[in-house]
């Protein structure tokens, strides 16, 4: 008896090892393209990307420059020049107003109203049906060009460029799983940094906003919606940091603004489950 | 071994990769660095409060349209326009629709009521919802005279702004500046006070003597101004809830008015005797003068960091006007401004991250910010004359005058305006005459 089980219990820990471990392969796994065949894979690589978002975005002229990569599909995006200031409001014609008395009038004691309890939050919602994309955004030219600067300087008049979007390598190597190279890994990140940047709104007056870095955990179904909610990774600093709060809520409500991410069916596992660093530092380049 | 004893080790073995392995994730997790957004105003949706009777309809309406305008002149909101929404009023009392705000594309969603009670108040309640998130984030409830309706409003709006932005709110403010009219030879001037939204507005002073720089209390509702009757500089200190006016003194010498400590005790100015001008405090409570600085170059303008430790003012020590830096005791003066030009009226913003300043260089006026280090510098503003820089309670916004040129006639125009610390959404606040040396209160009690 005791053997069987030995024996049973043996076989038992080989197979468990043996799938923390993997069979051994005997067939060799196709390796990455050769560096010639490396235009080629970009091109079919480029020929897989997502069909162009079905409504309008919002017009290019949004978009940075594009990175230095070779990309046929995206159009060259150009910024407009910075739009005039706004012109001052009329001024109001001054009149001639009587002269008052002298000594104001006792104000009478307005008491600041009391709060009263949280006025309690209403009975959950129904289950969410799936999203219908908003609305177009009405994107109308602000009168202000926030584009050549977040913060302003009046006195350097510049017309540089919005800062340049980070390279694309930046995402980690993921250990080289067959079938998805790093070249697929990189556009799916340029494809969801091409999508978020239209989404994302950034705060830049808020208290040392260059350091407001959110990391946001998300979980995306096939369709590209979001499944759930997205995840704030530090819970600490939400709870502690009013102006990283507000800093995490824009994040989270641009991954929810954004969805259906438009991303390339047949790496869905690649793309399901991702972390999105939200850095806004080098928009505050100039 | 015995047989027994291994047929342990194995159970407990098997037992423990079983705790082991889960760790592993199945799959690789794909990072990716979102390093471009964009900077827009947040379209919010603020719906009329809704109301059982006439009267309260009204002041709903009206309370809905001042956080409206509270919002959306802070450049950092865009109110929806209410003609396009799609979910009506009455059915919003029941919870939002919340595809019909994503539909209009409304990113935060404000609604609420406002109710007579039995006893004569007024109760205002509202809720602010996340759109996207359909999630509650705040909603409060508040109870007033009726009268009181336009301070309900701005409080609310100070607390939306908060929970959106992270930023303290301003809106509950008040902004007491110099009101002036007539040819700039013969200028009447004016003490003026008004909310920060430009209603409410009223006169302090009659207009027979010349009254500069009004300065208001961190702590009391009391403001400081400078009178010059009989040619003599005096500082009055005037109670806005009592009328009451008092003397603080006659400063013979003062080249600078007072401005307050962030403990409401002190007060800091120059006085120049023999042609110089050093920086001194009075203590409000003692009336004691104590000397800060002692030093042959013109120190003036000084203003206090909001935690009272140090104190920025100007001075030509170095041999043309700049910004320095002191220790609250006088001691440790260190330069932070470098650039060409002149610096004048430094003030140490109320979040504590920032000193603005009037700059006069390349024959222009410039008002900017710095750190308090000194770097960072940036210019937000410009003009023929803009000058006297303010700060909101929270540190965010500024205000300061902006003067044109007089024409052939003596004739000039001088207005108050608002700027975010961003350099953008510069607005000029209404006044009903010419407006100059803004100072801000902090929030009202």
């Known amino acids: ?286 | 071994m015995k047989p027994n004893t291994a047929f342990l080790l194995l159970v407990v073995l098997l037992a423990a990769v079983g705790f082991v392995v889960p760790d592993r994730p199945a799959r690789a997790e794909l990072n990716v660095d979102i390093t471009q957004g964009f900077v827009e105003p947040l379209p919010v949706a603020i719906a009329a409060f809704l109301a059982d009777t006439a009267n309260e309809a009204k002041i709903g309406k009206d309370i809905a349209g001042v956080i409206s305008s509270d919002l959306e002149r802070t450049g950092l909101f865009k109110p929806i326009d209410r003609g396009a929404f799609i979910q009506d009023a009455a059915s919003l009392r029941k919870g939002p629709r919340f595809a019909d705000w994503r539909l209009i594309n409304a990113q935060a969603l404000i609604h609420g009521s406002a109710e007579r009670q039995p006893d004569g108040r007024l109760r205002v309640e509202f809720r602010l919802w996340d759109v996207f998130a359909e999630q509650q984030m705040t909603g409060l409830a508040y109870f007033t005279t009726p009268s009181n309706w336009r301070r309900v409003a701005h409080i609310i709006a100070d607390v939306i702004y908060k929970r959106l932005t992270g930023e303290d709110g301003y809106f509950d403010t008040r902004i007491v500046y110099v009101a002036e009219s007539g040819p700039q030879n013969r200028r009447v001037k004016r003490l003026g006070i008004m909310d920060q939204d430009g209603e409410n507005h009223r006169f302090l002073t009659a207009g027979d003597e010349l009254v500069l720089t009004p300065r208001f209390s961190p702590t009391t509702q009391e403001i400081t101004y400078l009178s010059y009757r009989g040619d003599v500089p005096r500082v009055y200190l005037f109670n806005l809830n009592t009328g009451q006016q008092e003397v603080l003194g006659d400063f013979p010498g003062m080249t600078f008015a007072p401005r307050f400590s962030p403990d409401g005790n002190k007060v800091i100015m120059s006085l120049a005797e023999d042609g110089n001008s050093d920086v001194y405090t009075m203590d409000l409570r003692t009336r004691r003068v104590s000397r800060l600085t002692n030093h042959p170059a013109i120190d003036t303008s000084a203003s206090y960091s909001p935690d009272g430790r140090q104190i920025a003012f100007n001075s030509d020590r170095g041999g043309a006007q700049q910004l320095y830096v002191m220790d609250a005791d006088g001691g440790d003066v260190r330069r932070i401004s470098f650039n060409q030009g002149r610096y004048a009226t430094p003030v140490w913003s109320p979040r504590g991250d920032l000193i603005a300043f009037t700059r006069m260089a390349n024959g222009e006026f410039y008002i900017g910010v710095m750190r308090p280090d000194g770097s960072g510098e940036r210019m937000l503003t410009k003009g023929f004359l803009v000058e006297s820089p303010t700060w909101a309670p929270n540190g965010r916004v500024l205000s300061f005058f902006r003067q044109t040129p007089a024409d052939s006639r003596g004739r000039l125009t001088s207005k108050v305006y608002t700027i975010d610390l961003t350099g953008f959404n510069e607005r000029e606040v209404i006044t009903p005459i010419d407006a100059s040396d803004p100072a801000w209160s902090p929030l009202i009690p």
């Not at chain 1, 053997?3 to 993997?22: C, D, F, P, R, Y």
């Not at chain 1, 001052?88 to 004691?109: G, I, K, R, S, Y």
């Not at chain 1, 250990?175 to 790093?182: C, F, M, V, Y």
Request: hydrophobic fraction near 35%.
């Open chain 1, 1 to 286: 008896m005791r053997k069987a089980v030995l024996l049973s219990g043996t076989l038992h820990l080989t197979v468990i090892l043996l799938l923390i471990v993997g069979l051994p392969s005997f067939v060799s796994v196709p390796d990455m393209a050769p560096p010639i065949a490396v235009e080629l894979a970009e091109l079919e690589d480029l020929a897989q990307k997502p069909m162009p978002k079905p409504k309008p975005k919002p017009e290019p002229e949004k978009k940075p420059e594009p990175k230095p990569e070779p990309e046929p599909v995206k159009e060259e995006a150009k910024l407009p020049p910075p739009a005039p200031a706004p012109a001052p409001e009329p001024e109001p014609e001054p009149e001639e107003v009587a002269v008052p008395e002298p000594v104001p009038d006792p104000p009478e004691p307005e008491a600041k109203p009391e709060p009263v309890e949280e006025a309690k939050p209403l009975p959950p919602k129904p289950p969410r049906k799936p999203d219908l994309k908003a609305a177009e955004k009405k994107q109308e030219e602000p009168p202000e060009d926030r584009l050549t600067s977040i913060l302003k300087n009046v006195e350097r008049l510049k017309q540089q460029q919005a800062a340049k979007p980070a390279p694309s390598d930046e995402e980690e190597f993921q250990a080289p799983r067959p079938r998805t190279s790093q070249l697929e890994i990189n556009a799916l990140a340029r494809a969801i940094q091409q999508q978020m940047s239209s989404c994302w709104r950034v705060e830049p007056g808020a208290r040392d906003a260059e350091d407001l870095v959110v990391e946001v955990r998300v979980i995306l179904n096939r369709d590209g919606s979001v499944r759930g909610q997205p995840l704030i990774i530090d819970k600490n600093r939400m709870a502690s940091d009013p102006f990283y709060r507000s800093a995490a809520e824009n994040a989270r409500r641009a991954i929810l603004s954004c969805q259906p991410f438009q991303l390339p069916i047949k790496r869905y596992e690649v793309w399901r489950d991702m972390t999105l660093k939200f850095d806004p530092r080098s928009m505050f380049g100039g």
